[in-house]
Nanobody, 122 residues
Framework: QLQLVESGGGLVQPGGSLRLSCVVS???????IGWFRQAPGKERERVSC???????NYADSVKGRFAISRDNAKRTVYLQMNSLKTEDTAIYYC?????????????????WGQGTQVTVSS
């Protein structure tokens, strides 16, 4: 059973930055990792992903502000979030799938972390 542990969430003012980390119990060579978020009353949405082939993609709402990266040696995937907006407030989850692409959505991912809260507020 693959385990994922997120960290790095917190309270930040609009325009600020946070870096989320996702530590994976297995080798990243075999998994595509996605970052998702879920705001109160909304569906969980994918923010970004990094595939096993090191391709990346981003939701339109975060393009140019968020950056995903992976350090296979540390078994860690990062999500650098800059120019944060109040609408970025959500619980952020990382998830893993064994496919080589980012998949279609939430149901494409098998393993999930417990989530970390990000609150953007003045």
């Amino acid at each position: 059973q693959l385990q994922l542990v997120e960290s790095g969430g917190g309270l930040v003012q609009p325009g600020g930055s946070l870096r989320l980390s996702c530590v994976v119990s297995g080798s990243l060579d075999y998994y595509t990792i996605g970052w998702f978020r879920q705001a109160p009353g909304k569906e969980r949405e994918r923010v970004s992903c990094t595939s096993r082939l090191s391709t990346t993609n981003y939701a339109d709402s975060v393009k140019g502000r968020f950056a995903i990266s992976r350090d296979n040696a540390k078994r860690t995937v990062y999500l650098q979030m800059n120019s944060l907006k109040t609408e970025d407030t959500a619980i952020y989850y990382c998830a893993a799938r064994s496919g080589s692409s980012c998949g279609v959505g939430v149901t494409s991912y098998t393993y999930w972390g417990q989530g970390t809260q990000v609150t953007v507020s003045s």
